[in-house]
């Protein structure tokens, strides 16, 4: 059945088309147009709202009270819907540091779950760390970069694995970033303490995405500039940020989008289990955390243990602090769809492209979300 929905700001990837409208068949978008609508039985006017690419977050835990951590199908779906029902349309399962064997044992698990659509992905970060800058990855757990140990998950996660994270100046970081980009994953750079010049031969060595810049690696010094700044200035980098109001102060995230050119920065949740859920204390995947005031952290003032928002909250955030209404809702959708690559699936308003759209009001809450061409909940009127 077609759909039109109509009197609506649209975000192409190229500008806002402004009191546009677009038409659905089944779960593609067959037409996008401008001003008077073709006339539909299924039409819903968004009266000024704006119509963004259904987001896409490239570094998620959990959310709702589960997590990806264990690949259980019935939590994977639960985290899915979650996020899915906040305007997160495509996700990848983020898993933390476990034992080898266990991170093996979950890759293997959720590639049915890939297959089936359910997540996009999965993307490893851990288990080789820095221990300096672990956060809330077990630091008994982390280890070097083994050509064996990167082999073992690159096999488990065949067909799967599409990001893993690691601290590049630990033993045989070089070559394991290599080794992962030969292999058709993308390797990031996150929870690191490496030197400038480490980052920069990481990066030559195949490293094209910066995990939550600036949180979990060494900082920026004027003498030893470290990971961030050779992020920043390798122009084929994704940059992704937690905007979550706690991560990083306003100044910076304005900052990063004002002057990085648009196509480099993904908006990420790095959300874990306790996402969604009430201010209180959680078992989540064995740590013990306390929710407060939209923060997640280890129970005892320890630190953050990644944060409690859905990419929708930072899209709020990111436009209410003045950011580029085009600028950031790319940096929601189709810049971690381009990362992954995943673009000719996911983050575009473009005619053939799945339906997957979120509807913005003007004080930037999400009203709906459209998956495969379906409204999750009641269509809005
Ligand atoms: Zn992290």
Redesign the pocket.
Known sequence: MSTVIANTDIVLPDRVLEDGWLRGDGNIIAEIGEGAPPTSAAMVRLGGHTLAPGFVDI?VHGGGGSSFQDADPGDVAAVADFHRRRGTTTMVA?L?TRPLADLVHSLAALRELVADGIVAGVHV??PF?AAAHC???SPDLLRAPSPAAVDALLSAGEGTLAMI?LAPELPGGIAAVRRISDAGVLPAI??TNASYDTARRAIGAGARVA??LF??MRPIHHREPGPAVALLEDPGGTIEIIHDRKHLHDSIVTGLFSRLPSGRLALVS?AIAAAGLDTGRYDVDGLEVTVHDGEARLTGGGPLA?SAITLSDAVRHSLTAGGDRHSVLTAASRTPARTLGLEDQAGSIRVGRRADLVALDQAHQVVAVMSSGQWLGRPPR
């Open positions: 570094h983020s933390m970060e851990g760390l956060g809330a990855h994270t996150g929870h995990t939550h949180n979990g790095d990644g």
